[in-house]
Structures are given as C-alpha cells and as structure tokens.
C-alpha cells in the first residue's frame, strides 16, 4: 500500500508525463489498463509533438534537480535505454536556482566552527555556481591566496530521500506489473542511483579524491587539479584553490587564446587513458561544466564527486579487448569475454565472433565526426543482450566517461581519430605488463613479503613431508559443482530405491488379491487397495522428485 504523501506525489508525476506528451508511460500501469481509452480525449493527445527523448528530457528538468541527476544517470546505461532517449538524457544539466548567500555563510560558520571573517578575508555572498546537490562562493584566505568554498545544499538529504523512497516504490510497482520493465532492473537501477547520489553529498569524499588526482598528475603537464585545503573542509564543506581557465566547450575563445585544437584533442584521450590503465582512478563525471583548458593547452578538473576504477582483471581484459579492436582480431575480443566471463561459458565464440565484427568494421578508418560511439555502444550492448552478457556495474562509469570524451572530441576537433590516438599508448602499457620488464618490477614489488615468507618454507614442507611419510596427511578439496553432483547421485539414488519399493508394492497387491481369492475364496479388497495404493503414491513421489 502506497502512504497518501507517496500517492500525492506519483500522481503529480502522472500529471508531469501526460502534459509534455507521455501519456502512454502512464497509461502503460497495470493500475490505469482499464481506462487506456480516455487518452483519446485528453487534449495532450492531439496535436504535434516533439521526438520522445526529448519529451522525457523536459519531463524530468520539470519534476526537478533530484530527477534530472537521475536521468543524467540513468543516461550511462546505454544498455538499458533506446538510442533517442539516451542522447537527450545526456544534455541534462544541473540548472537550479541559489540558495541565500546568508544561508550558505551560516552553514561554512557551523561546519567550521568560527566566524567566516575570521576564516577568509573576502567572502562572495552571490555564489559562482549552483547545483542540484551544492554551490559555489568565491573566497581570498587571509594570506591572499584565491580559493572557492563548496556548501552542500540545505535539508538536500531529506529532499534525496524522499525522492529516491518514491522512486524505489515506482520501481517495484513496474517491475510487478511490467514485463518490460522487469527486464530494465528497474530497481537495480534506483540502487545504483541511491550510491552515486549519496557518495556526491560527502565533500570529504569528493576532497580525498581531488587529493588522489592531484598526485596522479604531479607535474601538471597534462591535468592541473586544484589544492584541497583540508583544514576548512568537512563533510558538508569544501574550500579548494580557486583556477582560471577557459570553459572546455567555449571553442571560439580557445581558439582566440591561441590553442592548438588537434594537440588538445590528443590530450583528452590521452588523459583518459593514462586515468584507466596508468593510474586505475579515473575522473568518471568529465561533462563540459568541468573541464577547463589554460591557454598553453593544459586542462584543468573540477568536481571530483564520480569517480571511477577497474579490478586489475578487469583493467588487462579491457585492455586486451582494445588492442583486439585496434587490430580487428574479433576473435580474440570474443575469446576475452568468455574467458572473462563477461558472456557464458557456453557462448558459440564462431557467433559471437561474427555479431562484433558485424558491428565493429562500419567504425573502422573514419573521423570521429563520422562515428557516433553512442551508436556503436548500443548496437554493442544489443548484440551482448542477444549472448545473454551481463551489464557489468564495475564498466558503467567506464562506459559514460568515454561518451564524455566522445563529446569533447567532436567539439574540440572532429577529425581526430581516437583510434590511432590511443592504440600507440595501449600497445605501450600493454608492454608495460608483459616481459622481462613487467617480471623484474612484479617481483620487486612482491619481494618484501616473499622475504618474510621464504624462511618459513622449509619448516612447512618438512612438516607437510613428514605427514606424508607417516600416512598421516589429508587433503581436503571443496567444490560446489562435486558438492552439486553428489547431491543429484543421492537424489537419483533414493528416486530409484522409492521406484523400485512402489513398483513392489503395486506388484504385490495385485499378486495378493489374485492369490488369496482363488486359493482360500476370500478376497481383502482394503489390503490389495492398500498396497497398491501405497506402491502408487511412491511412484508418483519418486517421478516429480
């Protein structure tokens, strides 16, 4: 049963879809099948209307901040939404007004414990920027320095609870009553949501990772991250240096300041590359609103709330899958994901080899201007859904990062070629791994744990040795498919013992009311019927077992 403040609001969001022209998502619920025929007579029904994508797009920016993070979200999984939804779900942008710089200088006050003139020298009560989830103010330290000061949103986490309850309840609802939407996981994705949403309202969280880039690209060359200052930061605070630069997507001034469009272009992919494989810490949100460019060509991050990283399994399958790509070895892509385990073990390779290649070669030798990976992706992700390919949540903010580069690539210079960009750094980490090289440095990182385990060897095979010799050694060996085995031979096991004791037991009854009829003229309907009934009723037992 949905609480009457739940009910109150699903019906505003009713409201919301059928106004812009979505009446049929509505009308869709199992709740209102009955009365499908009444869109006929709403006047949202007639009339021209705009692309689908864009209808939800303005939908959600209606509903509010909350819900447009969602569809920003929501438009990573590629795997789970049309094309035309996707792309419009990828231009929400976090537009929302400010809160009263009074408030925002009583929250830095409580957080930081003093007076903000006694923490800066200068504080702008009109804030720089705002978002759904914090703004930014202008600041000066007293010793001069210029930095920005990031305030978390007043009761912003009741306000994300509330919405994300509601959307949880949604949830279900489809997925009970929507085949469709069962197969979206419509709940794994509101869970995924809730994570991302509350690991973003934790500026510490945020802080630490600017802090790991920061140190991941030291010398600045390629990415300069700004200094966090951890004395006039907490949970719900940040104050951070203050940079100067060019928006990323203001291509007239850049070009203006004298920037070499193709070298910055080269440098995105390369700063996602060096993020993936060099550093396994990746900044996941890089959307236009947070990457700047100083006129030498260096780019500049802000906003490290998303951040991203691989296991080391998946980072060598990954990248191994990517120089297949480069070299169109297709069944080397399609090998890697069945031993990855990313397609079934039972995967046709010979098919899956011929469903990538049918989607991968229309890419090949072609200016991004000409590719839309959005595109491909898709096409990907339906040809792993047609093999039963699970989404793999650790590739998601992989997969939505790399659309951001897309992005930014087609902006800066269209015909760059992300390809032959990146495949000379793959193939140069790639050898990085293996090797002569690769083995000296593994083992010189594993070597001060093989100098505290080596001199306990000895002692552990004399003693495993001596076992042996006195017939006292065990092995002990634990496998759920034997486990499962074992369980199906003691199940058959007791199905055939059962069959064999019914089958008796309908035998006997027979034999039984035949004998003693014609030898004593007496016949015992209740004991055959018994027997019979009984060897029956095991039969059947041992049948549906």
């Given at each position: 049963?949905i609480?009457?403040r739940?009910?109150?609001?699903v019906?505003?969001?009713?409201?919301v879809?059928?106004?812009?022209?979505?009446?049929?998502?509505v009308l869709a619920?199992?709740?209102?099948?009955?009365?499908?025929?009444?869109?006929?007579l709403s006047?949202?029904y007639?009339?021209?209307?705009?692309?689908?994508g864009?209808?939800v797009?303005?939908?959600l920016?209606?509903l509010?901040p909350?819900?447009?993070?969602?569809?920003?979200?929501?438009s990573?999984?590629?795997?789970?939404l049309p094309d035309d939804?996707?792309?419009?779900?990828?231009?929400l942008?976090?537009?929302?007004?400010p809160?009263?710089?009074?408030q925002?200088?009583?929250?830095v006050?409580?957080?930081l414990g003093q007076s903000?003139?006694e923490l800066?020298?200068?504080?702008?009560?009109?804030?720089l920027?705002?978002a759904s989830?914090?703004?930014?103010?202008a600041?000066t330290?007293?010793?001069?320095?210029k930095?920005?000061?990031?305030?978390?949103?007043?009761?912003i986490e009741?306000?994300?609870?509330?919405?994300?309850?509601?959307?949880?309840?949604?949830?279900?609802?489809?997925?009970?009553y929507?085949?469709?939407a069962?197969?979206l996981?419509p709940?794994e994705?509101?869970?995924?949501?809730?994570?991302?949403?509350?690991?973003e309202l934790?500026?510490l969280?945020?802080?630490?990772?600017g802090?790991?880039?920061r140190?991941?690209?030291a010398?600045?060359?390629l990415?300069?991250?700004?200094?966090?200052?951890?004395d006039?930061t907490?949970?719900n605070?940040m104050?951070?240096?203050?940079?100067?630069?060019?928006?990323?997507d203001?291509v007239?001034?850049?070009?203006?300041?004298?920037?070499?469009?193709?070298v910055?272009g080269?440098?995105?992919?390369?700063i996602?590359?060096t993020q993936?494989?060099?550093?396994?810490?990746?900044?996941?949100d890089m959307?236009?609103?947070?990457?700047?460019?100083?006129p030498?060509?260096?780019y500049i991050?802000v906003?490290?709330?998303?951040?991203g990283?691989?296991?080391?399994?998946?980072?060598?399958?990954?990248?191994?899958?990517?120089?297949?790509?480069?070299?169109?070895?297709y069944?080397?892509?399609?090998?890697?994901?069945?031993?990855?385990g990313?397609?079934?073990?039972?995967?046709?390779?010979?098919?899956?080899?011929a469903?990538?290649?049918?989607?991968?070669?229309?890419?090949?030798?072609?200016?991004i201007?000409?590719?839309?990976f959005?595109h491909?992706?898709l096409?990907?992700?339906q040809?792993a859904r047609?093999?039963?390919m699970?989404v793999?949540?650790?590739?998601?903010?992989?997969q939505?990062?790399?659309l951001n580069?897309?992005?930014l690539?087609r902006?800066?210079y269209?015909q760059?070629d992300l390809?032959?960009t990146a495949?000379?750094?793959?193939?140069?980490?790639?050898s990085?791994?293996?090797?002569p090289?690769?083995f000296a440095r593994?083992v010189?990182?594993?070597?001060?744990?093989?100098?505290?385990?080596?001199?306990?060897v000895?002692l552990?095979?004399?003693?495993?040795?001596?076992?042996?010799?006195?017939?006292?050694?065990e092995?002990q060996?634990?496998?759920?498919?034997l486990?499962?085995?074992r369980?199906?031979?003691?199940t058959?096991?007791?199905?055939?013992?059962?069959?064999?004791?019914?089958a008796?037991l309908?035998i006997a009854g027979?034999?039984?009311?035949?004998?003693?009829?014609?030898?004593i003229?007496?016949?015992?309907l209740?004991?055959s019927?018994?027997?019979?009934?009984?060897g029956?009723?095991l039969?059947?037992?041992?049948?549906?077992?």
């Amino acid at each position: 049963m949905i609480p009457v403040r739940e009910s109150l609001r699903v019906m505003h969001i009713a409201w919301v879809l059928m106004r812009h022209g979505l009446d049929e998502l509505v009308l869709a619920a199992h709740l209102f099948r009955p009365i499908r025929f009444f869109r006929f007579l709403s006047p949202f029904y007639w009339g021209q209307k705009p692309p689908r994508g864009v209808r939800v797009r303005r939908a959600l920016e209606d509903l509010g901040p909350l819900y447009v993070k969602f569809g920003q979200i929501l438009s990573t999984r590629r795997d789970l939404l049309p094309d035309d939804i996707a792309i419009e779900l990828s231009k929400l942008q976090d537009q929302v007004p400010p809160f009263p710089g009074d408030q925002a200088r009583r929250l830095v006050e409580k957080a930081l414990g003093q007076s903000v003139k006694e923490l800066f020298a200068e504080f702008d009560s009109a804030p720089l920027a705002s978002a759904s989830i914090a703004q930014v103010h202008a600041a000066t330290l007293h010793d001069g320095r210029k930095v920005v000061v990031k305030v978390v949103r007043p009761g912003i986490e009741k306000t994300i609870q509330r919405d994300i309850d509601l959307l949880f309840t949604i949830a279900r609802l489809a997925r009970k009553y929507s085949r469709e939407a069962r197969r979206l996981r419509p709940v794994e994705v509101v869970e995924e949501y809730d994570k991302t949403i509350h690991d973003e309202l934790d500026l510490l969280r945020e802080a630490a990772n600017g802090a790991q880039l920061r140190r991941n690209f030291a010398d600045g060359k390629l990415l300069y991250v700004p200094e966090v200052f951890w004395d006039l930061t907490r949970e719900n605070v940040m104050v951070q240096e203050r940079i100067y630069g060019i928006p990323v997507d203001q291509v007239d001034e850049l070009i203006e300041a004298g920037v070499d469009m193709k070298v910055l272009g080269e440098r995105g992919v390369e700063i996602f590359f060096t993020q993936v494989f060099r550093d396994n810490f990746f900044h996941a949100d890089m959307h236009p609103g947070n990457i700047f460019v100083r006129p030498d060509g260096t780019y500049i991050g802000v906003d490290f709330g998303i951040v991203g990283t691989l296991t080391n399994a998946d980072q060598r399958y990954l990248a191994e899958n990517l120089l297949a790509f480069f070299h169109r070895d297709y069944r080397k892509v399609a090998e890697l994901h069945v031993e990855s385990g990313w397609v079934p073990a039972d995967t046709r390779v010979e098919d899956f080899e011929a469903a990538i290649r049918t989607v991968s070669e229309p890419i090949w030798e072609k200016p991004i201007s000409e590719i839309s990976f959005g595109h491909f992706l898709l096409r990907l992700f339906q040809v792993a859904r047609r093999f039963n390919m699970e989404v793999q949540p650790q590739l998601v903010l992989l997969q939505k990062t790399l659309l951001n580069i897309e992005g930014l690539g087609r902006m800066l210079y269209p015909q760059l070629d992300l390809w032959s960009t990146a495949k000379p750094f793959m193939e140069r980490w790639m050898s990085q791994q293996v090797g002569p090289k690769a083995f000296a440095r593994r083992v010189k990182e594993t070597l001060p744990q093989l100098s505290e385990d080596l001199p306990e060897v000895p002692l552990l095979a004399h003693r495993v040795l001596r076992k042996a010799a006195d017939g006292e050694l065990e092995i002990q060996w634990k496998s759920e498919q034997l486990d499962r085995i074992r369980e199906e031979i003691r199940t058959g096991n007791q199905r055939t013992q059962t069959t064999i004791a019914g089958a008796s037991l309908v035998i006997a009854g027979v034999l039984t009311a035949g004998l003693i009829d014609t030898q004593i003229g007496f016949n015992p309907l209740w004991l055959s019927a018994g027997l019979g009934g009984s060897g029956l009723i095991l039969l059947a037992w041992a049948v549906t077992r």
